[in-house]
């Protein structure tokens, strides 16, 4: 198979998973970055720490994101103002610990398309 066809063929692969997605992403990302060789031959400790790198600034702008509402919540608290929506701390967490998933799940759909364009590849 030719660049275009594999590229094809692996868009047609991915499920409507947000995680297949983002995996696609960031493959197109790598192959405009460094060709269709090159992407080809990314080492997988590469393509672990682009992973690493995106999960480290989106995890940490949610941290943050969750402590300035913990904080509004508490100065309301110590205004005397009634709150009728309060944050779910259960589901805060439940809801990083699947985005953590999903990040691991698109990860590995990047390395087994790599793998199949690797195996199909005619240049």
């Not at 509004?72 to 701390?89: A, P, T, W």
């Not at 990083?96 to 990040?103: A, E, R, S, T």
């Not at 691991?104 to 690797?118: D, G, N, R, V």
Request: hydrophobic share 35%; with cysteine.
């Amino acid at each position: 198979m030719k660049e275009n066809d594999i590229l094809e063929h692996l868009q047609r692969m991915i499920s409507n998973d947000t995680s297949d997605k983002t995996a696609f992403g960031f493959i197109l990302q790598d192959v405009s970055d460094l060709g269709f060789e090159g992407w080809l031959d990314m080492p997988p400790s590469d393509v672990a720490n682009c992973f690493y790198e995106v999960t480290e600034d989106v995890s940490s702008s949610l941290v943050d994101d969750y402590s300035t509402l913990l904080n509004q919540e508490k100065e309301i608290d110590e205004l005397g103002v009634e709150q009728s929506v309060r944050i779910n701390h259960v589901e805060c967490m439940r809801s990083l610990k699947d985005g953590i998933l999903d990040v691991f799940k698109s990860m590995k759909t990047y390395y087994e398309l790599q793998e199949f364009a690797k195996d199909n590849y005619e240049n």
